[in-house]
């Protein structure tokens, strides 16, 4: 999500669609990622979250 996407939803709870259409975005989940986790997620479609021990706890995807 970008910056004006964040804001959008940060400050409006919901998020404009390029259709026009508007999705409710009433709780968001965020997660700052530095240049090295950047390249490593690069193009990918999906990107798992893990804890501590390795187990995935969630999967973002396009």
């Not at 390029?18 to 700052?32: E, G, K």
């Not at 390249?39 to 995935?56: M, N």
Request: no cysteine.
């Amino acid at each position: 999500m970008r910056e004006s996407k964040f804001l959008q939803t940060f400050y409006f709870n919901s998020l404009r669609l390029r259709d026009n259409s508007v999705v409710n975005m009433l709780v968001l989940i965020v997660l700052a990622v530095d240049n090295l986790q950047k390249g490593w997620i690069g193009e990918s479609i999906a990107v798992a979250l893990v804890d501590s021990g390795d187990d995935p706890v969630a999967i973002l995807g396009k």
